[in-house]
């Protein structure tokens, strides 16, 4: 079966053709780095990172790039909340997603640019636009020409004419028209700024990634990826722009993940239901998260419960006892003559079973349907493993493919919730907490003890400093 991708640009699954052999360049767009990311923010960096794992199994070298928005006005106001700088609540909060994303088992990205180092092309990128007659300066700011582009509207399949007609904007004086968005914002007082030939301003958000696909992919790339609330705007301006400028096609596949709801219901600040991955993740086994997160089809929604994760957990729990008892089966059988009778028919199992997974992912990476393979695998382990006299290379095979299947989604096996913490960890987390104890931040130092609780360490405060001891 050949791999096929649902294209939202054409509503439709289509075979996929990448444009040079044996290559593959992939954008996914990334976060707005001003806090923690949130848990939906979650789903995109898992799928997408599936995607570009089965490409690699498919053979494909993949060149993937996903972008860090590292100045705007939620990290204006988070380094003012703060009192930090800009560039500094960009700093600890870049810091912040690659801790809990590892966790995940999140593979790094081939090129992950931040906004602010790559300002002189985002600069000449809007130039160019403005020389081609689809931007213009308006009093520091410059806008791109919306009805100027004639495909406007043809990702989010939304007529110009009906966009008009519906447009929810506030009137500004400034634009040529309501519809029209902006490139280049010029500075307020007392923000941060860079210098161009429009004045002293920062970019706006769409033009970003236009600038970063170019430059490390290309004018055309294969696959541009994101969660479904990107494609109108961010993505139609960035198909507007990027073409405008190049006269190609910018992306020959778009892809967008469903909506992530919680209990249920949409995630929303004003609800209460907001939560980010940090948060999360001190909760539950980062494995039990990806693996939720792989459960649905990537294109439908999927929502975040304590069953839905339980019923994660259980299902990852029993491919878990699997593998460990392969494991422990492999080291007690000690030649592969016990079962000789039965051994091909158990292989030509196998390999169906890898086929049926191939099949499920190659079907528009059905990832749901995948994990149904998976544990028929599991099943069929575990039938194979109450016979009395087996051959240790139908384990060996069964041992390897349960590998195969959990690298491809990217879960891990091995149980890594209890592991023991290094006494250095330790040491350097007692340490961390009295310095949040000094500092009275003693909602940090309550978390790391409870932390360290749940590891089995127990601490003795005394007056010579913190003792702690194995429980």
Wanted: net charge negative; hydrophobic share 40%.
């Amino acid at each position: 079966m050949s791999l096929q991708i649902y294209n939202t640009l054409t509503r439709e699954k289509e075979i996929f053709k990448p444009i040079n052999d044996g290559k593959v360049k992939m954008y996914v767009c990334g976060p707005t780095v001003y806090n923690y990311i949130h848990i939906g923010n979650a789903r995109p960096i898992i799928v997408f990172d599936t995607v570009r794992r089965y490409l690699t199994y498919r053979g494909y070298d993949v060149q993937f790039v996903s972008n860090f928005t590292d100045v705007d006005d939620k990290l204006i106001r988070a380094a003012e909340e703060l009192k930090i700088s800009v560039p500094e609540v960009a700093d600890k909060f870049i810091g912040a997603y690659f801790d809990d994303v590892d966790q995940l088992n999140v593979a790094k990205a081939t090129v992950n640019p931040r906004v602010t180092e790559n300002m002189d092309e985002i600069i000449a990128f809007i130039s160019a636009l403005i020389e081609k007659g689809f931007a213009y300066e308006s009093q520091g700011d410059v806008y791109y020409r919306t009805k100027k582009f004639a495909d406007y509207g043809k990702l989010s399949q939304q007529p110009i004419a009906e966009l008009q007609m519906g447009a929810r904007v506030l009137a500004n004086d400034l634009k040529e028209d309501q519809l029209d968005f902006v490139l280049w914002k010029s500075a307020k007082p007392g923000e941060i700024f860079w210098e161009s030939p429009f004045g002293k301003g920062r970019p706006g958000w769409h033009i970003e990634c236009s600038t970063l696909a170019r430059k490390y992919l290309g004018d055309t790339i294969d696959i541009h990826a994101g969660g479904q609330d990107l494609i109108f705007p961010h993505h139609e301006d960035e198909i507007a722009q990027s073409e405008a400028l190049t006269g190609k096609t910018f992306a020959n596949y778009w892809m967008h993940n469903g909506f992530l709801n919680i209990d249920g219901e949409k995630m929303s600040k004003s609800l209460g239901n907001f939560i980010t991955l940090h948060d999360v993740l001190k909760e539950h086994d980062p494995n039990v998260i990806r693996f939720f997160m792989l459960s649905v089809h990537y294109r439908r929604p999927i929502s975040l419960s304590d069953v839905t994760l339980n019923d994660a957990e259980n299902g990852l729990m029993r491919l878990r006892t699997t593998y460990h008892n392969l494991d422990y089966r492999i080291q007690s059988v000690e030649d592969d003559f016990s079962d000789a009778e039965h051994k091909d028919e158990w292989l030509e199992q196998l390999t169906e079973l890898k086929m049926q997974f191939e099949d499920e992912m190659d079907d528009d990476f059905n990832t749901a349907n995948a994990i149904t393979a998976f544990h028929e695998l599991s099943k069929r382990a575990n039938i194979y493993l109450t016979r009395d006299y087996v051959s240790v290379t139908v384990l060996r095979e069964f041992y390897s493919m349960m590998r195969l299947f959990a690298e491809v989604l990217g879960v891990r096996l091995e149980d890594t919730s209890q592991v023991e913490l290094q006494d250095a960890e330790i040491d350097a987390l007692i340490l961390e907490r009295l310095q949040a104890r000094n500092e009275r931040n003693f909602a940090r130092a309550d978390e790391i003890r409870d932390l360290l609780k749940e590891k089995n360490i127990i601490l003795e405060d005394t007056a010579h400093g913190t003792r702690w001891k194995r429980g």
